[in-house]
């Protein structure tokens, strides 16, 4: 069998970038992949049609975020919509609902999306289905009564990891504890299901194979596949002396993240002209943030063209987090050339020692220690940007695509 005979359905419901780089890899080597997505903005059709009919600004900002729902790399006419969940669940996130109304919001689009891919795929039959996780079981299993391989794209640890995790949380950092709300039960049992029952199932990192082998998946068809960054937007850029030691954080500010621990080590840190800035939402009650007041500089929001120059204001990236699949911005970062301190459950491809540190979770001694370090030894800082550049240079999206469909020219059986 050649790629393009091998035809492939993708199906994610809402908005993932992760997915429409799989789709662009699978597309751009050859493979007959087509995408099954909510919203996908193409620039034609009956979309733009219909934003094209709103007031100016109005359809400025609504393009915005619906152009964020692209890719260059995915072939238009290989995209095919199943809107009304996504757009109802969108509809909801304008009532202000609660943490776990909106996970209940969430659950109910992707029963509804996995459903009706379901159906797709019993009606084409294609070689090969890939579904993520929480969306996948019913795509999963149609795939498997036609005779396809059902992949399962697993981007987190493993449900069940997270809620224990979670549990532990919620008692020993309560003020935090409502930045970690739980899902339905039904979606637990999903994703237990959907791990259990793939055929293969694609992880990003060692972080999330163990979380899932410790809950019965067999690791011999799980294959670790770290995820990529785009070297050229993100790159060292001369660092202006302003006399700040200054660490980086770019995320949601949530007790998943261990945004506590990190607030923490600096406020007990004593490194002088430390500036802990952290960019992203903050999750939950302001109030539990408030005894670190003067401790950070808080960023609610970058726009996404800016982002990688904040990268280049920084010496030092922290990300302490407690249940990840493989942290993104721990990529931009080791391509901004910045030494990493983070856990082993942030899923990065950081070496301990080489591209920065790897510190236990919920360990705010270490997270210190290795801050000091860092401050104090220049020229480990200096040798560890570079280590951080050439690692990442090891992890572009090409680098992701090539590893991508050389294993599933295996799994397939595809010849030369």
Known sequence: MKREDATGLIGHPGSNHLAYQLVAALQAQGYDARFETGIFWTGKGLLPKLTGMLPGPIRAKIERELKRRSHPGVDASRVDFLPVPEMIYLASTRLKLSAERQLEAIAWRNEVFDAQFAERVRQERPRFVVGHDSSALKAQRAAQSVGSLAILNQVIGHIEAGLA?????????????????????????ICRTEAIEADRVIVPSDYVRDTLTARGVDASRIFVLPYGVDTNRFRPAPRVADGKFRVLFVGGLSQRKGIKYLLEAAKRADIPGLELVCVGKLAGDPSAFAPYVGVFRHVPHVPFHEVHTLFQTADVFAYPSLHEGSAFASYEALASGLPVVCTPNTGSVVRDGIE??????????AIVERLRTLHRDPDLRARMAVAARARAEEFTWKHYGARLTGWLDTQLEISA
Request: proline share 14%; aromatic share 8%; no cysteine.
């Open 356 to 365: 920065g540190f790897l510190v236990p979770v919920r360990d705010v001694d």
């Open 165 to 189: 995790m979670f549990a532990e949380e919620a008692k020993a950092a309560p003020e935090f504890a409502e930045t970690l709300p739980l899902p339905p039960k039904r979606v637990i049992e």
